[in-house]
């Protein structure tokens, strides 16, 4: 019984055939109350790009820091991070070089030297304009939600910002977790997300931010906010073409991991 409900649950979850239903209550407030902020940005062959990115950042109120974490690189993205943070002291930016591999793993590693009440994660391409974080944290900071994950495919996005076949891939990723999730979701892939420590430390307690599986970490936070009950509140982001270099993403390879996560939470669901 247990195994038929979830399948059907699975194939058919638009028509809501679960024999249980769950409503959860939450409170919510009017008022905005101001936390403080962390922000993780990983950084990987991305110098040029850095220097773009920290030149319009934007002044956040109760910022507790910003961790770049930078991992092993071509170019001298260490050195350009380290001198960024001398130039620019009210940023509070500490320089972490990556131990670990890819960028789950940098999101991971960095979340450890976290100390805010709200933690940000912002991609160093600039696909995603740094000042969209302000949106995100007001979103928290009024009590809506505990997650706010952006998505890349409600508004237009600018020529040569994502591939062909990138594109067809995410939406399809964005059918697949709203499957497994039971709750629909306009992107799954989209590297800008904040989301408040009392989550992180859920996510902390259960061991999942040690997943290998993952190669961006995204399907991880996901997974966990629908393990935990935690509401997803999706904020639409206008994306641009990045200013400088490549993607550091392997299209097939990484594809196939991202197969393997949703697989891996749909059947220790069931």
Known sequence: GRVLNKVLELIFFKFNLGIKSYILFSNITFSKTEMSKSVIVPA???????????????????????????????????????????????????????????????????????????????????????????????????????????????????????????RLGNKFFKLAVSVVIRNPLSDSLCGTKVFSRKFFNMMKKNGS?????DPFGDFTIIFEAANNNIKIL????????????????????????????????MISDI
């Open 44 to 166: 990987k062959n991305e110098s040029k790009n850095l220097e773009i990115l920290f030149e319009d950042f934007p002044n956040l109120d109760s910022l507790n820091e910003i961790i770049l974490i930078c991992a092993e690189s071509k170019d001298n993205t260490f050195d350009v991070s380290k001198k960024i943070s001398q130039e620019k002291p009210s940023l509070k930016i500490k320089v972490i070089e990556q131990e670990s591999k890819g960028k789950a793993g940098a999101v991971f590693e960095a979340l450890e030297h976290t100390t805010g009440e709200l933690i940000a994660i912002l991609d160093s391409d600039i696909s995603v304009e740094p000042k969209t974080l302000l949106s995100f944290f007001e979103i928290i900071e009024s009590g809506h939600g505990d997650f706010v994950n952006g998505t890349r495919l409600i508004y237009p996005i600018e020529n040569k910002s994502m591939r062909f076949l990138n």
């Open 234 to 265: 999706n904020y639409p982001v206008r994306y641009y073409a990045r200013k400088s270099g490549v993607p550091n993403i392997s299209r097939w390879i990484d594809g196939f991991k991202l197969l393997r996560v949703c697989w891996k939470y």
């Open 209 to 213: 931010w040690e997943s290998k599986s």
